[in-house]
């Protein structure tokens, strides 16, 4: 058997959930165009005869820490990078190699485990524009490198073999069928949180965070959850209620959607929006 931890890293929005979830097959971390939409080390799994791949999902990596939140984020990225056994770089082409690309490259430089570059959105025309350059890095600072789009499901099978070829020998991390290290609680919550980066702008999204309270079936197979919406002020508070109570909604409606289609049940959401302007400091 085979099995080890291997990390996504890269800046915000290269795509790296959206490859987590492409690579497990079914949706373990929320994406949105917007960054920092990933908060937390989430954990996705992929079992196969050969052995398991715990693929470790981050936070962005932005050049400036200059807020509470992108410092703890950054420090969750740092964290991730101990004890890990291939590490997954992913770029975007779209997008030139800046300065804090280079920031999140002296990052990885020291590791000495395999890694591999991942040149993402390749079916995004504009992905020509800076490819050459991404490439050039694959020679001097990779031991591989595979050309894909996470969205389209293009080339990710070269990439699973590559990481399974590299994995050590070692027992399965998690039973078979284990998809997640998450919570039904917390996974609840970051699909609300992904509704919420949806629909709300400029910075009310990195003002927000859920918590799940209860989740219960009742006697009528319905599901009921109550959840609340913390934000750090009075005045986002009213934007996401918006007006008449229409954002608080739009957002209830479509998780309800989401959570209907996966689980079959019919929903009952319970949702709430509250001020704390401390949950940053207890965010951890
Ligand atoms: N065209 C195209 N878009 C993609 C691809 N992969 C991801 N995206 C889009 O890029 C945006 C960001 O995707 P995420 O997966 O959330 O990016 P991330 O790297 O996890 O971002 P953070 O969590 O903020 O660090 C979303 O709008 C995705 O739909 C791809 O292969 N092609
Ligand atoms: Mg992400």
Redesign the pocket.
């Known amino acids: 058997m085979k099995s080890g931890f291997a990390v996504l890293i ?10 987590i ?1 492409n690579l497990v097959g079914t949706k373990v ?10 908060r937390r080390p989430v954990q996705g799994v992929l079992t196969r005869p050969e052995g398991q791949v715990v693929f470790v ?4 990596v932005m050049q400036k820490a200059k807020d509470q939140l992108t410092k703890k984020l950054l420090d969750f990225v740092r964290h991730s990078l101990k004890d890990i056994d291939i590490l997954v770089y ?1 770029v ?1 082409p779209t997008r030139e190699i800046g300065n804090e690309e280079k920031q999140a490259l002296k990052m990885i430089e020291p590791l000495e485990q395999p890694k591999l570059l991942v040149i ?5 025309p504009r992905s020509k524009l800076f490819i050459d350059s991404y490439r050039d890095l694959a020679e001097t600072q990779f031991d591989g490198y595979v050309e ?5 499901g293009s080339n990710t099978d070269i990439l699973e073999h590559w990481i399974f070829d590299q994995l050590p020998e070692g027992e399965l991390f998690y039973p078979d069928g284990d998809v997640s290290n998450m919570s039904k609680e917390e996974q609840l919550a970051e699909i609300i949180r992904e509704k919420l980066f949806l629909r709300l702008r400029q910075e009310v999204p990195y003002s927000v965070h859920v918590v799940v309270d209860e989740i219960a079936v009742r006697e009528d197979e319905t599901l009921y959850i109550n959840a609340r919406v913390l934000t750090t002020e009075e005045r986002y508070k009213r934007m996401i209620i918006g007006k008449g109570g229409r954002g608080i909604k739009e957002i209830g409606q479509s998780t309800r959607k989401e959570l209907e289609s996966i689980t079959d049940k019919k929903v009952f959401l319970d949702l709430t929006v509250d001020v704390d302007s401390r949950w940053i400091e207890r965010f951890n």
């Open positions: 890269g800046r915000s929005n290269v795509g790296k959930s959206t490859l979830n971390a929320i994406t949105t165009p917007k960054p920092q939409t990933t999902d981050t936070p962005g992913v975007d993402n959105k390749i079916d995004d894909i789009s996470a969205l389209k």
